[in-house]
């Protein structure tokens, strides 16, 4: 595989490609369809349009999709017809993230086969975050029913996944994650977009490795300065930038995946993962993970270095977060209210902003009372390095120098539990 060749193939193909993915026509307005895939009638919302291609898109549908749906609608306008699916909502599942890694990959497979059906259309999957994980699921059931069927109409483009989260579960702070066997086991074109500033952009490595172990084709482009694409909170310009061209961009892509075979073949899933049962924290938690915390040496939010290489001789509490984060905002008071209680004993309270610019850090500092020092790791590398992976993740190093209870998401940090915790560590 040779992702940067291929990229430059998919960003030059210019305009032979416009003439073969289809005519821009004026779209007709989204509907509501009903389609019946095995026991159950999941809800569509349909953006028709006469071109050749349809998009089989896959939402998480745990937050706003109003981007989503532009860009749906946007494409509906150059002649690709679009089908968005909450599978959550259409199961009576509750919408979490839970349930997209338990989802089976049988409803996918079937929406597949019924767009075709009901189309005639070339089919390519769309997912994001962990909607990725029953799209991954679905295309290789589709494969194992087309085996079965006797079929060899590889009418599956392959699939356009941003930024996916292919975890079985979160691990505990300090544990690398285990991710779902389908990583491993899925042969189709990928198109890959990472957001540059989202939380997994430093697990990227890991998950080429182990779609390209499959015999899957990858592409992959890294949106710098982008925390999501169709992620609301980000108002940066980049996310714009890149919003509007991936509404040019696309039909070429899809064209790049059309003429990438996919096997209509599965890959064997690995037979057994190590096993890792784990999830966010509403607690302190003993830290399992490597306990020598690294050197800090970072700006702060005014410009000013600050480093830390010494953490001997008082309780140090690191915590890693983003404005854009809803439960690191929503700790903010309670970490406030705990350095005041802890104030005038051997405490200190550190706080890391991931890949965010300062002008927006200081807008955000103008709305919220943070009573603490912010720090940039303006590129994320030191959070990686910390094996940060969710946010707010939050470690606490002991006087002894080590790290002794890590938190992986918000917590109420002035608890009596919390606040005797530490003032223990401080009477041994």
Same mark, same amino acid.
């Given at each position: 595989m040779m992702p940067n060749r291929l990229l430059k193939h998919i960003f030059c193909?210019?305009?032979?490609?416009?003439?073969?993915? *289809?005519?821009?026509?004026?779209?007709? /307005?989204?509907?509501?369809?009903?389609?019946?895939?095995?026991?159950?009638?999941?809800?569509?919302? =349909?953006?028709?349009?006469?071109?050749?291609?349809?998009?089989?898109?896959?939402?998480?549908?745990?937050?706003?999709?109003? =981007?989503?749906? /532009?860009?749906? *609608?946007?494409?509906?306008? =150059? *002649?690709?017809e679009v089908w968005r699916v909450d599978l959550a909502s259409s199961l009576f599942l509750p919408r979490s993230t839970s349930t997209l890694r338990g989802l089976s990959g049988k409803y996918v497979a079937g929406l597949i086969e019924q767009a075709r059906a009901q189309t005639g259309k070339r089919i390519t999957l769309v997912a994001r975050s962990y909607a990725a994980i029953p799209v991954l699921r679905g295309a290789r059931q589709w494969q194992i029913n087309q085996a079965i069927k006797g079929q060899r109409d590889a009418y599956l483009n392959g699939a356009i996944l941003f930024s996916p989260e292919l975890y079985a579960t979160v691990p505990a702070l300090g544990l690398e994650p285990v991710y779902v066997p389908e990583i491993a086991a899925s042969n189709i074109p990928i198109m890959l977009y990472q957001a540059g500033n989202r939380g997994n952009r430093w697990q990227l490595s890991h998950v080429l490795t182990s779609l390209q172990e499959g015999g899957a084709?990858?592409?992959?482009?890294?949106?710098?300065?982008?925390?999501?694409?169709?992620? /609301?909170?980000?108002?940066?310009?980049?996310?714009?930038?890149?919003?509007?061209?991936?509404?040019d961009e696309l039909p070429d892509v899809i064209s790049l995946l059309q003429q990438t075979p996919t096997p209509l073949t599965?890959?064997?899933?690995?037979?057994?993962?190590?096993?890792?049962?784990?999830?966010?924290?509403s607690s302190l938690k003993p830290y399992i993970g490597k306990r020598l915390p690294q050197r800090l040496d970072l700006p702060d939010v005014n410009g000013r270095r600050f480093v830390r290489d010494d953490y001997r001789g008082k309780v140090t509490v690191v915590n890693f977060w983003a404005t854009w984060c809803p439960p690191c905002v929503e700790e903010i008071p309670s970490l406030n209210r705990l350095r005041q209680a802890m104030r005038g004993k051997p405490f200190e309270l550190i706080s890391i902003d991931y890949a965010e610019d300062k002008q927006s850090i200081k807008k955000f500092l103008q709305q919220?009372?943070?009573?603490?020092?912010?720090?940039?790791?303006?590129?994320?590398?030191?959070?990686?390095? @910390?094996?940060?992976?969710? &946010?707010?993740s939050t470690f606490v190093i002991g006087p002894d120098g080590t790290i002794l209870y890590g938190v992986n998401?918000?917590?109420? @940090?002035?608890?009596?539990?919390?606040?005797?915790? &530490?003032?223990?560590l401080l009477d041994k």
């Open positions: 193909m210019c305009a032979l490609l416009l003439l073969t993915t *289809g005519l821009s026509v004026q779209a007709l /307005e989204p509907d509501s369809i009903e389609v019946p895939v095995l026991d159950q009638e999941l809800t569509v919302t =349909r953006f028709p349009a006469s071109g050749e291609q349809l998009l089989l898109w896959i939402t998480p549908g745990f937050d706003s999709e109003t =981007r989503a749906l /532009e860009m749906a *609608g946007q494409l509906a306008q =150059r *002649g690709i084709a990858v592409y992959l482009k890294v949106l710098a300065g982008v925390t999501g694409v169709f992620y /609301e909170g980000d108002t940066s310009e980049a996310a714009a930038k890149i919003f509007t061209q991936l509404v599965v890959v064997a899933l690995p037979e057994s993962l190590p096993v890792q049962q784990h999830g966010l924290d919220v009372n943070v009573d603490f020092p912010v720090l940039l790791d303006s590129d994320g590398k030191l959070a990686a390095s @910390w094996g940060v992976l969710v &946010f707010p998401g918000g917590i109420l @940090w002035d608890s009596p539990e919390v606040i005797n915790t &530490f003032n223990s």
